[in-house]
């Protein structure tokens, strides 16, 4: 039988969850700030999106990042972290999606063990930290000697299709032991070629643009006029339908 992996949407909303549900998603991510990789959302987001994802039949996985940027944290950056995991899991989210490096890139295995156990017996991911740190395959290493279910990645690259060469070494190396899941630049004409590689899950987030009307600045973005991204279900639809062909 073809292999079909699972697939997860990143969201930011509980919109977005219902989306995920329709296309049959197995779990989302949830954040905020979609545009800046991700960062950690509101505890009154996840009540909501726990709430709607009860009905859509999807699992809820919290990123928990305390700011754009990189991933190396000062102590007071880490303690917000190892908080927000905490709250998230007694909020009742199903896993959180973390990451650390240290000072010279490569995975921070005392944040790390910190962050994992804040988890409790919540499924713990990490994040695309592994996309820039020293080595990827050492960090997927350090990863799985750590117990963490799945690790989320490009391959290094800024997109998962430029990273498919690696891709396909990181499943060699996890043995089946943590799942591989590709993400970044995931749509309907890469899909397939992501899934021959042998991933587990398959990682994106079907945004749409809506653009906000007038022509004052609300920020220091390039785009600070007030556009905002959502979930869009005819996008998520065809990354699904792509792998049925």
Do not use: N, W
Request: aromatic share 2%; net charge negative; hydrophobic share 50%.
């Amino acid at each position: 039988m073809p292999h079909t992996p699972a697939l997860e949407i990143a969201v930011q909303d509980p919109a977005g969850v219902r989306v995920a549900g329709a296309v049959g998603a197995v779990r989302v991510e949830l954040a905020q700030g979609l545009a800046l990789g991700g960062l950690t959302p509101s505890p009154a987001t996840l009540e909501l999106c726990l709430a709607v994802a009860a009905d859509a039949g999807v699992e809820v996985h919290v990123l928990v990042r305390p700011r754009a940027g990189g991933f190396h944290y000062d102590a007071e950056e880490l303690a917000l972290t190892e908080l927000d995991v905490r709250r998230a899991v007694a909020a009742g989210a199903h896993g959180v999606v973390i990451g650390a490096l240290d000072g010279t890139g490569v995975l921070d295995l005392q944040a790390m063990a910190r962050l994992r156990d804040a988890a409790g017996g919540a499924s713990v991911t990490l994040h695309r930290a592994i996309d820039v740190s020293a080595d990827p395959l050492v960090t997927l290493a350090a990863a799985r000697s750590l117990g963490l279910r799945r690790v989320l990645t490009s391959g290094g690259a800024s997109t998962a299709v430029e990273g498919i060469d690696t891709l396909r070494a990181l499943v060699a190396a996890a043995e089946g032991e943590i799942e591989i899941m590709a993400g970044s630049g995931v749509d309907a004409a890469s899909a397939p070629a992501l899934v021959d590689t042998g991933v587990d899950a398959l990682h994106f987030s079907a945004k749409r643009t809506v653009r906000g009307d007038g022509g004052v600045r609300m920020g220091s973005a390039a785009d600070g006029i007030g556009g905002y991204e959502v979930t869009d279900l005819a996008t998520a639809q065809s990354v699904k339908d792509a792998l049925s062909r």
